[in-house]
């Protein structure tokens, strides 16, 4: 039984239903027919429709990936709409991919090289962005719960029984700062559960690419054209992968494998993140009253087990160990080790706090706010700041540490090591410039000048390193056409790791301007705070106002670009069709609004996003120069100060809110398709890439799309001959973020199984928005390698791109492939009889088109024609 083709078709963003991907209609008044399940589950699946026949010659089937990211409005939406929250953890990881110069063969990637430093620069600053959080919530737990919340009227306000701790024993020394250590634990044992079901959700596979013997056999798809009675032929072979050379990284067979680096990664960060915690009390304790005796042993060992866990994971993040993706390899001696080191340091920073001291405990009283400053706020030390001492400095040196990371980072991926060159050195001088004004130097004299002024300067020279040429490999010729060029000029991977740097610190400012202003409450006595929030909370604040404020003028260039180009493709439309009725003219201006999206999509989104990337970074800058400056303008000076107070408060309340507001989103994206449509396309392009740079990112759906999708081609193609289940032929057909996960398959594919697949992409973005902020995996010295694959012998290659001057994400690819323009609107009137206008499908429908009909029916006749025959065989 020979001669069937199969059109296997992979949705968007968008979690099309089977039934609309497959193009089932419902007749009016009826109800939608509903597709059959012929392999997978509930999860993911592949459909038919139930009227298919078992003999007919082109067979469509649809595969539906989409609850793997979109809930079926269940309380499992929930919990992917908390997902949501760790989208700055997705930025970072995805920062990683976004590298230019990354080798085809990943295992053959140095640290010295230009794309190794940048790997190692990206890790580490992902171990300071899981810092970031953990270290908010210290200051939720040690400073305002446990160091300056002393009264039981404070107390009352934190939900639980913690009015325990206005006790006299927990209030000496540092017992109130132990229980306060419990919040940012808890927080990082949530991860840490987070981690291990995102694990457990992603690790469910098809098979292993790195386990599988020769003629491993899997059980066969669960297909329901086999007919009653019909005996069942031996099962496909698992696929091996690409035999010779990689070509592109995508190829590498372990790419969607990547089990063991995900669980030693995520050892790495939670234990860092409990180092970080840890710290801030321990440090505090100790640098206020060194300890003696027997606590002074108990100190000591705490750090050096904590130094040691630091040293560690430096020095793994650079290691093959851990970056190379081998699967289901275990943690490791080192992992175990660092396990242990952390739960000695954490068992000896709890001691040191709850070991009576007499003289630690008097230190410390006499540093605190003293208790009845609600009853009494004259009394002495009620209206001056009783903060944390040091926690201010703390995350001010960590703010400026993760911005010299990320111009690092942009530097060298730009630039490579002279481009990184320049924020080392800057660093450095910054470290020597705060030595210098701390009085540590020996023999130095006295600094001229205050820290933030010396360290201002410095930022902008280090800043310097990203306006450096970029280094170019001689063998890529760029762009392929017009706005194919590198993103933001190969400075890709400091962009979307700054966006998420941003969103953390906006996410921790927020949860500790929300969690101060509780525990104040509604009427704060006597005008006087209980507790103070970090200076930083605030400059936060009046940082987070000016980024709205860009943002809006951001939104109104790009709505003013969007009614030019409106004007002008109107203009030609008008032109084009000659006279035209009232009505056709009023049908161009809803085309030309289609079209001028496509084009400001297209031609114009990477650049707005630019700008505004480089102004973030300017504002940065002076940010960090201003929480090293530390003090505000107080309240009374002036009417700049009132001013600046004013604006700092609706940041800091906005701040408060966004983590809710974007957890409200999340929820949206997984229950309405229509915010998913425009929201849901970052979210998707974020968790395609797999967990290689940040562990406590989101699960990459296609770490089973990809498998599954491999498996399922390769059982059908390689059944025997009069199998009824076997097809001669199948196309790819991928639509938008479908095409995306197609190449990864055909890229993992043997030749011979590539010999028998045709590619259909449509509303395609792998070269308007893939290859350039991806380069390494879709760039054009990387993307000619999947033309190269699908290439016939006879000439041409079996890949077809529609696309649509109406669609916003479809686009030409001119990669080798055939190109074929899908007229829309068929017309700007209706004709034939009909009575409505012919509709603008922009980014949906093309399976419909006229221009995909003759093409489907083109490549069918072409892969039954190349079928090899039994003698020749499939080699």
């Not at 509903?34 to 649809?62: K, M, N």
């Not at 690419?209 to 032929?233: C, E, I, K, L, S």
């Not at 600094?447 to 280090?462: C, E, K, N, R, S």
Request: hydrophobic share 45%; proline share 9%; glycine share 10%.
């Amino acid at each position: 039984m020979g001669g069937r083709i199969l059109e296997l078709r992979v949705h968007g963003v968008s979690n099309t239903p089977p039934a609309e991907t497959l193009g089932l209609t419902a007749e009016p008044g009826g109800e939608s027919p509903q597709p059959r399940l012929v392999a997978g589950g509930p999860v993911t699946g592949f459909y038919r429709s139930a009227t298919a026949a078992p003999l007919d010659p082109i067979v469509v089937e649809a595969y539906s990936w989409g609850q793997l990211t979109s809930g079926a409005r269940t309380a499992r939406d929930v919990e992917r709409a908390l997902w949501t929250l760790l989208l700055p953890f997705t930025l970072a990881n995805v920062a990683l991919h976004a590298r230019p110069g990354i080798p085809a063969d990943p295992t053959t990637e140095r640290l010295a090289s230009r794309s190794g430093m940048t790997a190692w620069l990206i890790r580490l600053f992902c171990l300071s962005l899981t810092g970031t959080p953990v270290l908010a919530m210290t200051g939720v737990g040690v400073d305002l719960i446990g160091w300056q919340c002393v009264d039981e009227v404070c107390l009352s306000r934190i939900p639980g029984p913690w009015e325990f701790l206005a006790g006299p024993w927990w209030q000496q020394g540092g017992r109130a700062l132990a229980v306060g250590l419990t919040v940012p634990l808890a927080m990082i044992g949530v991860l840490g559960l987070v981690t291990w079901r995102t694990y457990q959700y992603e690790a469910v596979m098809p098979a292993d690419p790195t386990t599988n013997p020769a003629g491993r056999r899997t059980p066969p798809p669960v297909d329901a054209d086999v007919p009653v009675g019909q005996p069942r032929q031996e099962p496909a072979p698992v696929p091996e992968p690409p035999p010779g050379p990689l070509s592109n990284p995508l190829q590498d067979p372990t790419f969607w494998w990547g089990e063991g680096q995900l669980r030693r990664a995520a050892v790495l960060h939670l234990c860092t993140g409990t180092v970080v915690a840890a710290a801030v009390p321990l440090g505090t304790v100790s640098v206020l009253d060194p300890p003696h005796g027997a606590r002074a042993v108990v100190t000591w060992s705490a750090v050096a087990a904590f130094t040691a866990v630091l040293t560690i994971t430096l020095v793994a993040i650079g290691r093959p160990f851990l970056t190379r993706r081998e699967g289901a390899t275990p943690l490791g001696g080192w992992s175990i080790a660092v396990i242990v080191l952390t739960g000695i340091g954490l068992a000896g920073t709890f001691a040191v706090l709850l070991l009576p001291d007499g003289a630690t405990g008097s230190a410390l009283a006499e540093l605190r706010p003293p208790v009845g400053c609600v009853e009494d706020p004259t009394q002495p030390g009620c209206l001056t700041d009783r903060s944390l001492p040091g926690f201010d400095r703390v995350v001010a040196w960590l703010g400026t540490g993760q911005l010299l990371l990320l111009i690092a980072i942009g530097a060298t991926a730009r630039s490579g090591r002279r481009g990184g060159a320049t924020p080392a050195a800057a660093a450095l001088l910054i470290a020597v410039a705060a030595a210098w004004c701390h009085g540590w130097l020996p023999a130095a004299p006295p600094a001229p000048m205050a820290l933030w002024q010396l360290a201002l300067p410095l930022l902008v020279l280090a800043a310097i390193g990203l306006l450096l040429p970029r280094t170019r490999p001689t063998r890529i010729k760029q762009p392929l056409e017009p706005h194919t060029d590198l993103a933001w000029r190969g400075r890709a991977p400091a962009v979307i790791a700054g966006f998420g740097w941003l969103l953390c610190l906006a996410y921790s400012t927020g949860v500790l301007y929300w969690v101060a202003n509780r525990l104040n409450g509604e009427d704060t006595p006597h005008g006087q705070p209980l507790v103070v929030p970090p200076t930083p909370v605030t400059w936060a604040g009046l940082a987070f106002a000016a980024a709205l404020l860009i943002l809006a003028l951001v939104a109104v260039r790009a709505l003013v670009l969007f009614h030019r180009l409106r004007r002008e493709e109107y203009a030609q439309l008008s032109a084009r069709g000659g006279r035209l009725s009232a009505h056709d003219l009023r049908r161009a201006r809803d085309v030309s609004a289609h079209q001028a999206l496509h084009r400001l999509v297209g031609e114009h989104a990477l650049r707005l996003a630019g700008w505004y990337a480089g102004v973030m970074a300017v504002l940065a800058v002076l940010g960090c120069a201003a929480v090293l400056a530390c003090p505000l303008p107080q309240a009374g000076t002036g009417g700049a100060a009132l001013v600046i107070e004013a604006v700092a408060d609706v940041g800091d309340a906005l701040l408060g809110w966004l983590p809710v507001a974007v957890a409200a989103v999340g929820l949206l994206v997984y229950r309405k398709n229509t915010i998913r449509r425009s929201v849901g396309v970052v979210w998707d392009v974020g968790t395609f890439w797999p967990r290689a740079a940040h562990p406590l990112a989101p699960p990459s759906y296609a770490e089973r799309a990809v498998p599954e999708l491999l498996t399922r081609t390769a059982g059908l193609i390689a059944l025997d001959e009069h199998d009824p289940r076997r097809m001669d032929g199948i196309i790819l057909s991928g639509h938008s973020q479908g095409t995306v996960i197609c190449t990864a398959v055909i890229l993992q594919m043997p030749n011979r199984w590539r010999r028998r697949i045709w590619f259909f992409s449509y509303g395609c973005q792998l070269t308007r928005l893939y290859g350039r902020i991806f380069p390494a995996y879709f760039g054009p010295d990387r993307l000619p390698v999947l033309t190269e694959a699908l290439t016939r012998s006879g000439g041409g290659t079996r890949w077809t791109n529609f696309w649509r001057d109406t669609d916003p994400l479809g686009w030409p690819v001119t990669a080798g492939e055939r190109d074929i323009a899908v007229t829309d609107p068929e017309a700007l009137h209706p004709s034939d009889g009909e009575v409505a206008d012919p509709p603008i499908r922009s980014h949906s429908g093309y399976p419909e088109a006229a221009e995909f009909q003759r093409e489907r029916s083109r490549v069918a006749w072409l892969l039954r024609r190349a079928v090899p025959s039994p003698r020749r065989g499939l080699g």
